[in-house]
């Protein structure tokens, strides 16, 4: 998958359960405008029930070579739909009820010349995990940078 936008904040701010893949619903300005790198995730939401899937703030602007007239009414920010089937919505709607978490998007980017979205079912950290991971993460480094030490000697 061809990456063109990420949720960096969410891998901090979350950890993922289960992850999906989801095509979602565009015009042709707006993955065009995606296919040129363009459109944001921060912030962006999904909002599911048994019977849909939608997500909510992801910015993608307006493609520079659109009609002007047909895009005076534009809204970059309006809501999508995400093409899931019954089977993952039914699951996602239950676990996301059962385990009190949440769902979003965290990649959004083209395969197959089709434009998908990685949704993930995701429990929020709490401070102290976030400190956690932090210096599991530099403890990691320290150790890598002691062992290319004794490496080179």
Do not use: C
């Not at 919505?89 to 676990?95: A, D, G, R």
């Not at 434009?115 to 995990?129: F, P, Q, T």
């Not at 991971?133 to 530099?138: D, M, P």
């Amino acid at each position: 998958m061809k990456v063109i936008a990420r949720n960096k904040k969410a891998s901090f701010d979350y950890e993922f359960i289960e992850k999906y893949s989801a095509g979602i619903i565009l015009t042709g300005a707006e993955t065009k405008s995606l296919k040129e790198g363009q459109g944001k995730l921060e912030g962006a939401y999904v909002f599911v029930n048994p019977r849909g899937a939608i997500i909510r703030n992801l910015y993608i602007p307006l493609w520079k070579h659109a009609n002007k007239s047909s895009s005076s009414g534009y809204i970059p920010e309006r809501d999508r739909v995400l093409l899931l089937t019954k089977k993952q919505l039914l699951e996602l709607s239950t676990k996301r009820q059962q385990l009190k978490a949440q769902v979003i998007p965290v990649v959004v980017g083209i395969e197959n010349n089709l434009v998908k979205v990685e949704i993930a079912l995701a429990r929020s950290l709490r401070k102290y995990d976030k400190k956690n991971r932090k210096k599991e993460r530099e403890e990691k480094v320290k150790v890598q940078r002691e062992l290319r030490t004794v490496e080179v000697k």
